[in-house]
């Protein structure tokens, strides 16, 4: 998949806002629904996405930094970014539920047509959705946590996380539905601009389905700003492409910003590069745990050896 912007008419938002806001009022059932308007759903929920991400990327890019400089990096400085790694995933998956809630707010309660154009957006978006449901469902429901953990060596360090689950009785670590043989973990580096990418791959998806189902009388451009969204694509063109040992053979999601002569950015999945250090090398790991009461072993992610 690959995304150019700006966008003559939406700039940096995506299409799809301007397919929402054109939508005579009489075909839409919102208020039925007890629902916003649909372009609002997607504003608000758009945007809760990115400002998540902007402001966990800029946390990263800033400890990326001082590892450069070759400053010390507290692990609570680390452990702290988990409330904001949360509220990324949980933001991404909220977007997801409103690309859901747009297409419910565009039919009766109770048609047939809405359950088929749910159905069609579903099927398009099963890999992506999949994905965040995973790691969303499993804090919800069976009361996960995410981990921060970071890898360093030399000048360089990779922030990620996982999903901290059981692995045997008694024993927590990476969460084995999530990270095979529980010895892996999710760098920022790779998921960050893995979700944003994909964010504005579902907004085609939508975009899509609202065309196909509803017939849009003209393109009415809202007046949004699209600053905060170039600035979050510029802070992402930022990270290192330096990943997880079992993110090294991965395709790659790409996001690269030019200023001259004038502002674009190109999002890409797959990207047409490759990882910075695919040569082996040993890594610092580093993070924090806190055991139960009777769990009381920890097995550390890239590593046989429990603790």
Not at 149 to 163: R, S
Not at 200 to 219: E, G, N, P, W
Not at 280 to 307: A, C, E, F, Q, W
Request: aromatic letters at 8%; a positive charge.
């Amino acid at each position: 998949m690959k995304f150019e912007l700006p966008h003559r008419d939406s700039g940096y938002y995506p299409q799809v806002v301007l397919t929402l806001n054109g939508i005579p009022d009489e075909k839409i059932f919102h208020i039925e629904h007890g629902l916003m308007h649909p372009v609002d759903i997607f504003v608000t929920t758009f945007n809760d996405a990115t400002e998540s991400a902007s402001r966990l990327t800029k946390r990263i890019n800033s400890i990326i930094l001082l590892k450069k400089e070759n400053e010390d990096i507290r692990l609570e400085e680390i452990d702290d970014i988990r409330v904001d790694i949360f509220n990324f995933l949980f933001f991404s998956a909220n977007f997801i539920e409103a690309c859901q809630s747009i297409i419910k707010s565009l039919f009766e309660k109770n048609s047939k047509q809405a359950g088929k154009a749910a159905r069609e957006f579903n099927g398009l978006t099963i890999e992506y959705r999949a994905h965040v449901s995973k790691i969303i469902n499993f804090i919800k429901h069976q009361h996960r946590r995410i981990r921060p953990i970071t890898g360093a060596w030399g000048n360089k360090i990779i922030v990620g996380y996982y999903v901290e689950g059981v692995v045997a009785a008694n024993v927590i670590g990476p969460d084995p539905e999530v990270h095979p043989d529980s010895n892996s973990a999710i760098s920022l580096n790779r998921d960050i601009p893995y979700h944003v990418v994909n964010l504005y791959f579902m907004c085609s998806c939508l975009d899509t389905i609202v065309r196909k189902h509803i017939k849009v009388a003209q393109i009415a451009q809202p007046n949004l700003d699209g600053n905060k969204i170039f600035s979050l694509l510029q802070e992402i063109s930022k990270i290192p492409l330096n990943y997880f040992p079992n993110e090294i053979n991965k395709s790659i999601p790409l996001i690269s910003t030019h200023t001259s002569p004038s502002d674009r950015a190109l999002l890409e999945y797959p990207g047409r590069k490759k990882a910075e250090n695919r040569k082996p090398h040993n890594m610092n790991i580093s993070l924090t745990s806190i055991m139960g009461v009777r769990s009381r072993s920890l097995k550390l992610p890239y590593s046989p050896i429990d603790s």
